[in-house]
């Protein structure tokens, strides 16, 4: 099942039934802004994978993985998904997030 967040002020409140998280941000300064750590902590994330979809002018993800480590103690996996700089097709970003379940 796929939920979109279209606000981060909105609390998901079915977070339980999901074992794998797609989580998209900019990064800045080879970091997420730190609004992610805050969704990340707002949550119990014991035994999720978490992958990582990103948008840069360039940096890639840096530092990005072991800042957020700190953010979803018990978690399974965070791990980097795809940079999604450039235009990518709906095809594309299918083929993606299929690839990282």
């Known amino acids: 099942m796929i939920r979109r967040a279209d606000r981060l002020s909105e609390k998901v409140s079915d977070m ?7 989580l998209c941000f ?3 300064w080879y970091v997420a802004p730190t ?3 805050t969704f990340l902590e707002s949550y119990d994330m014991h035994g999720k994978n978490i992958v990582l979809f990103a ?3 360039g940096s890639g ?3 990005t993985l072991e800042r ?3 953010s979803a103690p018990g978690v399974s996996e965070i791990m980097e998904g795809v940079m999604l700089n450039g235009e990518k ?3 594309e970003l299918k083929d993606i997030v299929e690839k990282n379940k």
């Not at 339980?16 to 797609?22: A, G, K």
């Open 26 to 28: 900019p990064i800045w």
């Open 55 to 57: 948008t840069s002018g």
């Open 89 to 91: 097709s709906k095809e």
């Open 68 to 70: 957020l480590e700190d």
């Open 35 to 37: 609004i992610v750590n």
């Open 16 to 22: 339980d039934q999901y074992d794998t998280i797609f």
């Open 61 to 63: 993800f840096g530092k």
